[in-house]
């Protein structure tokens, strides 16, 4: 399983980005063991923190701290996840990283989770 994420970039406080996790290995749209994909972030010297996830059944799921201005979606067409950020704010720049579980529940942790794509850069700043 490979998973490609696109998308980072420089954006003023509150604009927006879309950031694309291509996934290369299964089927979006059909996986018998269910799977979850999330998105995480992460800024030098800290830890990767968990952003948000959508698993195989459909169900979302957000950090507070994006609630309301992120939105995780998919394109099983494409077999992308995207994560559409609006209303950023210099707090939110970091590098992105998409990854994928096998099982249909969304892990919050960066061990939950079994193939990692590379980071994407986002930067917000005016």
């Known amino acids: 399983v490979q998973l490609q994420a696109s998308g980072g970039g420089l954006v003023q406080p509150g604009g927006s980005l879309r950031l694309s996790c291509v996934v290369d290995?299964?089927?979006?749209?059909?996986?018998?063991?269910?799977?979850?994909i999330g998105w995480f972030r992460q800024v030098p010297g800290k830890e990767r923190e968990w952003i948000s996830c959508i698993t195989s059944a459909g169900n979302l799921d957000y950090r507070d701290s994006v609630k309301g201005r992120f939105t995780i979606s998919r394109d099983n067409a494409k077999n992308t996840v995207y994560l559409q950020m609006n209303s950023l704010k210099t707090v939110d720049a970091a590098d992105y990283y998409c990854?994928?579980?096998?099982?249909?529940?969304?892990?919050?942790?960066?061990?939950?989770?079994?193939?990692w794509g590379q980071g994407t850069l986002v930067t917000v700043s005016s």
């Open positions: 990854a994928v579980r096998t099982g249909s529940v969304c892990a919050k942790v960066v061990a939950g989770y079994e193939y």
């Open positions: 290995g299964f089927t979006l749209d059909f996986y018998a063991s269910g799977y979850a």
